[in-house]
């Protein structure tokens, strides 16, 4: 679910981190640029892990700020102009990125027509379509929220429901990184969207199989 990945990536270090020891001032600034962001085919960023490797650090005229560049070796997608430069800085950084199969336990966030929605706090673009709830289910009006619905499994004469008060364990079926759209419409872009199952033994609400 987590794993460290070596980067490299070209950046600027503005002269407000100056005053900063090195490694702490380029940490910093990694910090805003990637943390909390989704990366194709990499993940989402985690936290810094550590920094390899710094070299260069010249300044630019007109720019005022020192250039530092970045390499990845994972899946990161790089442009050309961010390998151009010889003189680079390495760092590790933690990303979350699920394998598919992975079982992983997560809160319900949202239950609709459609299936289920779950979080795990840091990340929320987990769905859980309608087919891969357990069989037989069905959804019913939720008694609390006549807007909202509940999921009932059926099961040798009786109903469990998801109702949010248990985790939710999950097999991840596939996890994708959508086109970022042109024009924003609708909901929220998601860059990363994971698809879960939890049809099959030990899935669902934990109390299910207690």
Known sequence: MFYLSLIEHKMLLPPRLLNLPLQDAIKEELQNIFLDKVISKLGLCISIY?????????????????????????????????????????????????FVGEIISAKLKESTADGLHLSLGFFDDINIPAGLIQKPSRHVPDPENRYKVLWVWEFNGEEFFVDGIDEIRFKVISV??????????????????????????GLGPVSWWQ
């Open 50 to 98: 550590d920094i390899r490797k710094i070299d260069g650090g010249f300044i630019s005229p007109g720019e005022g700020a020192s250039t530092y560049t970045f390499t990845a070796h994972d899946s990161l997608e790089l442009g050309p102009s961010l390998v151009a430069s010889k003189k680079r800085v390495e760092f590790r950084m933690i990303v979350f990125r699920p």
């Open 176 to 201: 994708a990184y959508p086109p970022t759209p042109i024009e924003q419409q609708g909901e929220p872009f998601a860059p990363m969207v994971i698809t879960g199952s939890i049809d099959g033994d």
